[in-house]
């Protein structure tokens, strides 16, 4: 099946700094990567979606100036966490449709594990 | 958007017995809902889905139904056993739009 690779798994950084998660699509090109956000005992919200060669589309409540998506390349799609702060500390999971998006499934990166001090 | 409704939030069942999980959408456009078991730290593994052509659908001891009427779907896990014990998440969707997951079941598998 498609392969979804994402890193870091985990990153502890210090309140003000940027993190930046990569995704990566290994076996087939991800035309849209769907950006997912995952609090301690809670469901995965929806943060945004990017396309590549265009402008993210970001969730109502996201603010996309704080959280800048990149998806450059058919196989590639960044999310940057500018300025971190304790409440952002989550588990941000990207995933991206096979086949661009024609079965409706999605495959999962492994999901990065946030922790701002 | 879709709206996706999950119950129950916590489920106990004791080894060897069933384990239903409810979701109802919202979208009657919604063609694809696939259901997934999450462990603790780890992404969400994918373990049956059903499309809105089919009204049910079987793995070995995982089920899934689907009420296109009434929208609303839903998880079936027979002989349950220890390692079913997971968080499982039902979502819709199949557009543009990604997956609308619900909030999630917490399955306990009692010994």
């Known amino acids: 099946g498609a392969v979804v690779s994402q890193h870091p798994s985990r990153v502890i950084c210090k309140s003000g700094t940027s993190v930046k998660i990569e995704c990566r699509s290994l076996?087939?090109?991800?035309?849209?990567m769907f950006w997912y956000r995952q609090f301690p005992k809670q469901s995965l919200m929806l943060m945004a979606t990017s396309n590549e060669g265009s402008k993210a589309t970001y969730e109502q409540g996201v603010e996309k100036d704080k959280f800048l998506i990149n998806h450059a390349s058919l196989t590639l799609s960044t999310l940057t966490v500018t300025s971190a702060h304790p409440e952002d500390s989550s588990f941000y999971i990207c995933?991206?449709?096979?086949?661009?998006?024609?079965?409706?499934?999605?495959?999962f990166g492994e999901g990065s594990r946030l922790t701002v001090l | 958007g879709e709206n996706v409704e999950q119950h129950p939030s916590t489920l106990s069942v004791q080894e060897g017995d069933s384990a239903v999980i409810k979701c109802t959408y919202s979208d009657s456009a919604s063609n694809y809902f696939p259901w997934y078991k999450q462990e603790l730290g780890k992404r969400p593994q994918l373990i049956i889905d059903i499309r809105s052509n089919v009204g049910e659908k079987k793995d070995q001891r995982i089920a899934v139904t689907l009420n296109k009427t009434a929208k609303h779907f839903s998880l079936h896990i027979t002989e349950t056993q220890p390692e079913d014990s997971a968080v499982y998440f039902c979502a819709g969707g199949g557009g543009a739009d990604g997956l609308t997951f619900g909030k999630g079941t917490h399955l306990i598998i009692q010994p």
């Open positions: 076996d087939f090109q991800a035309t849209t």
């Open positions: 995933s991206a449709p096979p086949n661009h998006g024609a079965t409706g499934e999605l495959f």
